[in-house]
């Protein structure tokens, strides 16, 4: 009995041990799995912690500039760029410069520069670069220094910050640092990639694909690149295209309703490159850049971009260089002809349809070529004469006698004259002390014969009588002393007066009027004004607004979105035009048929052509300008043509009109002279 309860006994026993083994050994699966799971959900906590999604944006190709016929001024070529992506730059600041010395290497062996606008010159001993103040401004504030700071300063910051050391020579830490603020100052993010290089060739870029795996970050994109098809066509209009260069100016971008800019855009900064930015530029695209645990897990475009309208010009580009080389050529015969001309070198001609006062044409010399220009700044800028200097749109000078139609004007206009009112001409005219001179003796004369042989003591008279308010009451109606408008930009000049004689710190005298009367004393008027004025002429008082856009096409030029409509700025004649047009144009007629040699002789045409000349007083001595239209009855073209130093510019308006014809072969000046 005692056995079979010592064995009940062990058997219990070895029952409750084994029990609370597996009793253990359950609770501890129990905690096992519980940690496991624990553990994965904050694993999976971690990673959605982790994951971060950025915007990154595609650039719109920017619209084209064409002429009147299609042909491209401006237009774009695809092309590819070095660029950095944040994505998979390193950040350790180390391993990060020896990506970017590679890419230096990579881009020297290929002869290829890369963006650095650092303010501070290349070599040592380092300094500032002359005429960037904003620029060393903004980076002293980009690097949290003070206004003392010098360029030593600002290096240091940057090899501080960026761990630039000695392992680097003296020459590379310098491009480390140019290429560290370049980054800096692009804002280069997950969101904003860098251009480290443009226009790079496909060997390059093959080499680049090649040692992706050893720089991590750099990689290569397609994009558009603007290119210059016609430099030598109205490059001050044109302009050119340039990076943000500030904060500020991105800030401004931004401001103005361009929310989309990147600091890294090309942007217009001058000319119609800059005032059509809102049009030329198009709609950035964006893709969104998925990283999952610092790695990159998805890429996917969320908005396609839009390219910019494809802007088509009035300019003719044939007529616009035979409009350059006509000017040239002249000034070069002078020069060779003319011992008082041997300095000649710079004028301007404006031609206007005078529908509208679109522009046909319009040269300058000194002028450049806008690729010129892109490719040494300096060189072009440090030329003889100021070829940057548009003299169409903002030379400024006194316009002599062509001014004399617009004091006839206000004669007749107001009824201080009528076509038949005269005035004696003795050659000397006394105004209170002082005594004014005519180049003739044209006794008693009217408003059309005094046009045609640009009588002063006339104007003197009709001066005076109007009164130095309504006098300027019609300059300004003929679009005088403030600019026209034209949407690249032009300058108003200033009026004689008063207020500018204050502005100029010159004392006023009562008798400037007189000068005024006759575009002299302190009138300052650009060539595109006098052109604006001969067209309101021929127009009967209706001044139009000069314009360089004819109409709006999409991006590839395949449907026309709008046209440019005529815009009327003024009516000049307030009270009766049938009684002071006919008698202007019919002095100006007058003046065309003064004889002139064979090759510029406008009397011989089988059409009238009415012109007002005039050699105003400059610092040259005197300089030459015509003013006029053609045919006189049905005009087409307005015109002005101006020589600084010059003489008879009058002798161009035969070349102007045939270059029109050669251009226009429907027009009634083609079918005249074909005639002829």
């Known amino acids: 009995m005692k056995e079979i309860l010592r064995q009940i006994s062990e058997f219990l026993r070895s029952s409750f041990l084994v029990l609370l083994v597996l009793a253990a050994a359950g609770l501890g699966i129990y905690r096992l799995a519980k940690l496991q799971i624990v553990a994965a959900e904050e694993e999976k906590q971690q990673a959605r912690v982790s994951e971060q999604v950025y915007t990154q944006v595609i650039p719109a190709t920017r619209g084209e500039i064409v002429d009147c016929n299609g042909e491209p001024i401006v237009s774009n070529k695809i092309g590819y760029s070095l660029i950095l992506e944040k994505a998979y730059f390193p950040d350790d600041n180390a391993e990060g410069n020896a990506v970017i010395m590679g890419c230096v290497k990579l881009l020297k062996e290929a002869g290829y520069e890369w963006n650095d606008t650092m303010p501070i010159t290349d070599r040592f001993p380092y300094i500032f670069v002359n005429d960037r103040e904003n620029d060393i401004a903004e980076m002293k504030k980009n690097l949290r220094l003070n206004q003392y700071a010098t360029a030593e300063n600002c290096l240091d910051k940057i090899r501080s910050d960026y761990g630039i050391g000695d392992e680097y020579s003296e020459e590379e830490q310098r491009i480390l640092a140019g290429i560290r603020y370049e980054m800096l100052l692009r804002g280069f993010s997950m969101s904003n990639v860098f251009y480290f290089s443009d226009d790079i060739d496909l060997r390059t870029v093959t080499r680049i694909k090649e040692l992706r795996v050893t720089l991590p970050g750099i990689n290569v994109t397609e994009n558009a690149i603007r290119t210059v098809e016609n430099g030598k066509v109205i490059p001050h209009e044109i302009g050119y295209v340039g990076p943000i260069y500030s904060q500020e100016e991105y800030n401004e971008l931004k401001a103005n309703g361009h929310d989309d800019y990147t600091l890294s855009d090309q942007v217009g900064k001058t000319g119609l490159e800059s005032a059509c930015e809102a049009d030329l530029r198009g709609f950035n695209g964006k893709k969104e850049i998925t990283v999952t645990n610092g790695e990159v897990s998805s890429t996917v475009i969320t908005q396609e971009p839009v390219g910019g309208k494809t802007i088509q010009l009035t300019v003719n580009s044939k007529m616009q260089m035979q409009m350059q080389d006509h000017l040239e050529n002249y000034c070069k015969l002078l020069r060779e002809t003319d011992a008082q001309c041997r300095d000649l070198n710079a004028g301007a001609i404006v031609v206007l349809d005078?529908?509208?006062?679109?522009?046909?044409?319009?040269?300058?010399?000194?002028?450049?070529?806008?690729?010129?220009?892109?490719?040494?700044?300096?060189?072009?800028?440090?030329?003889?004469?100021?070829?940057?200097?548009?003299?169409?749109?903002?030379?400024?000078?006194?316009?002599?006698?062509?001014?004399?139609?617009?004091?006839?004007?206000?004669?007749?206009?107001?009824?201080?004259?009528?076509?038949?009112?005269?005035?004696?001409?003795?050659?000397?005219?006394?105004?209170?002390?002082?005594?004014?001179?005519?180049?003739?003796?044209?006794?008693?004369?009217?408003?059309?014969?005094?046009?045609?042989?640009?009588?002063?003591?006339?104007?003197?008279?009709?001066?005076?009588?109007?009164?130095?308010?309504?006098?300027?009451?019609?300059?300004?109606?003929?679009?005088?002393?403030?600019?026209?408008?034209?949407?690249?930009?032009?300058?108003?000049?200033?009026?004689?007066?008063?207020?500018?004689?204050?502005?100029?710190?010159?004392?006023?005298?009562?008798?400037?009027?007189?000068?005024?009367?006759?575009?002299?004393?302190?009138?300052?008027?650009?060539?595109?004004?006098?052109?604006?004025?001969?067209?309101?002429?021929?127009?009967?008082?209706?001044?139009?607004?000069?314009?360089?856009?004819?109409?709006?096409?999409?991006?590839?030029?395949?449907?026309?979105?709008?046209?440019?409509?005529?815009?009327?700025?003024?009516?000049?004649?307030?009270?009766?035009?049938?009684?002071?047009?006919?008698?202007?144009?019919?002095?100006?007629?007058?003046?065309?048929?003064?004889?002139?040699?064979?090759?510029?002789?406008?009397?011989?045409?089988?059409?009238?052509?009415?012109?007002?000349?005039?050699?105003?007083?400059?610092?040259?001595?005197?300089?030459?300008?015509?003013?006029?239209?053609?045919p006189a009855d049905k005009p087409e073209i307005a015109f002005c043509a101006m020589l600084e130093g010059g003489k008879n510019a009058k002798c161009m308006v035969r070349g102007i009109l045939e270059s029109y014809a050669a251009n226009y072969p429907r027009s009634q000046i083609a079918r005249g002279l074909k005639k002829k």
């Open 354 to 630: 005078t529908k509208d006062n679109a522009v046909l044409s319009m040269a300058t010399s000194p002028t450049y070529d806008l690729s010129d220009l892109l490719e040494d700044y300096s060189a072009v800028a440090e030329q003889d004469n100021f070829p940057l200097i548009n003299r169409a749109t903002d030379g400024l000078y006194r316009p002599g006698s062509t001014f004399k139609p617009v004091t006839a004007t206000a004669g007749l206009d107001s009824g201080i004259i009528n076509a038949n009112s005269t005035f004696y001409c003795d050659t000397n005219f006394t105004y209170i002390d002082h005594t004014f001179h005519c180049t003739g003796y044209h006794e008693s004369i009217n408003v059309s014969s005094a046009i045609t042989v640009s009588c002063n003591i006339f104007f003197y008279e009709l001066g005076i009588r109007l009164g130095l308010d309504r006098l300027m009451e019609y300059e300004r109606l003929y679009g005088l002393g403030s600019p026209l408008g034209l949407e690249s930009g032009d300058s108003g000049g200033y009026l004689a007066c008063p207020e500018t004689f204050e502005r100029l710190g010159i004392q006023w005298y009562v008798g400037e009027l007189t000068q005024a009367a006759i575009g002299q004393s302190e009138v300052q008027v650009t060539p595109l004004q006098m052109a604006t004025v001969a067209s309101t002429i021929a127009n009967n008082g209706q001044r139009w607004k000069p314009h360089l856009i004819q109409s709006y096409w999409n991006n590839i030029m395949t449907e026309q979105l709008s046209v440019k409509a005529p815009e009327l700025s003024a009516q000049v004649a307030q009270n009766n035009a049938d009684e002071v047009y006919p008698y202007i144009k019919a002095g100006m007629v007058g003046a065309a048929e003064v004889p002139m040699l064979p090759e510029y002789d406008l009397s011989s045409l089988p059409f009238d052509v009415a012109i007002k000349t005039g050699t105003p007083q400059s610092p040259r001595g005197t300089d030459s300008f015509v003013i006029g239209f053609a």
